[in-house]
């Protein structure tokens, strides 16, 4: 039986939970088309414009005095229950209507990342809303945050995005696997910890979830990582009017792309980059990089990136 690790783009997940709920609707039929055809999928996801929601309206609330602050780790937290939680909904009813016998699980995912990672002293993911220059210094004064001007749009704050090292709990994935569970895992990148004399700890950071999910495909010897996102094809020239979207490429030809600059840095490099980090450690595997709205078509060999060696 083949198996496949599908990661899902928080920003396709769309802006509100009742587009979420509609939009993953859809992807559980796709989903569960794959379970029909006899492939064991693990799912993970995305959580950026999510967790943002949450940690704004808290710290809302906190501001107005009308509840307590809350850590970036917990909020974290907060958006695996919340997407996973509308995964679940959405998956277990297309299985029963499809009186496919399979239970679905969430689980809160922790993700250690070194202390001593470059990522902690460059904080270089934007989080949450944009400041004018004179609320940004105030809360850096008050609290201690880094912001960073964002495209001419205002200030944002801005958190570190360490690597994954080590999936806290891959032993309880893999038993439920091996129970026939279908597993969402891994949200958001997973809830970044360090470990500390021995404990973990939470820390304010935004693991990349696309290599956190190369990661776990890789630690569960997959045969595919899909990666779902917003566009139906990786682009060379994007935006241009040689724009070209490319279809069965080589991992030479991905790394010629990078040294290129060929991909943006905050939305499509990092999942090349987790697609050939997946690749080098399984070289008989394969990367298939699509829109969520897509995934039949792309399945079926008509539309997305397929990456091999």
């Known amino acids: 039986m083949s198996k496949i690790v599908v990661a899902l783009g928080g920003n396709a997940l769309g802006q509100s939970p009742k587009e979420q709920l509609k939009l993953l609707k859809s992807t559980a039929k796709a989903l569960v088309g ?7 999928i693990v799912i993970s996801h995305g959580n950026g414009p999510q967790v943002g ?27 695996q229950a919340y997407i996973g939680y509308q995964m679940q909904e959405s998956l277990l009813n ?17 993700v250690e990342v070194a202390r001593d990672d470059p ?23 008050e609290k201690g945050y880094t912001f960073v001007e964002d495209s001419g749009r205002g200030y944002r704050r801005v958190v570190p995005s360490p690597q994954p090292i080590n999936i806290v709990e891959l032993d309880s994935i893999e038993t439920l696997i091996k129970h026939g569970t279908l597993v969402i895992a891994a949200g958001g990148g997973g809830i970044p910890v360090v ?40 682009y060379i020239n994007y935006g241009k009017d040689n724009q070209e979207g490319l279809g069965n490429v080589t991992v030479d030809e991905m790394k010629q792309h990078i040294a290129d600059n060929q991909f943006a840095k905050g939305s499509m490099l990092p999942k090349i980059e987790a697609a050939l ?18 995934l039949d ?9 397929l990456i091999k060696n």
């Open 34 to 40: 794959l379970i029909n055809k006899g492939y064991e």
């Open 53 to 79: 929601s949450i940690n704004l309206g808290l710290n809302y609330a906190a501001e107005h005095e009308q509840g307590p602050l809350f850590p970036f780790p917990e909020c974290g937290a907060m958006s």
């Open 94 to 110: 297309e299985l029963h209507a499809l009186d496919i016998n399979k239970e679905v699980v969430t689980l809160v995912t922790q």
């Open 119 to 141: 990522a902690f002293q460059r904080p270089t993911k934007p989080i949450g809303l944009f400041y004018t220059k004179e609320q940004a210094d105030k809360t850096i004064q």
């Open 195 to 234: 470990k500390e004399q021995g404990s973990y700890k939470g820390v304010d950071a935004v693991i990349d979830k696309d290599k956190t999910s190369a990661l776990l495909a890789d630690h569960l010897q997959s045969d595919q990582l899909i990666i779902l996102t917003a566009v139906d094809y990786v």
């Open 277 to 294: 980090q997946f690749l080098e450690k399984n070289p008989k595997g394969s990367v298939l990089i699509t829109s969520l709205a897509d």
């Open 297 to 305: 078509a792309a399945l079926d060999g008509k539309i997305g990136t």
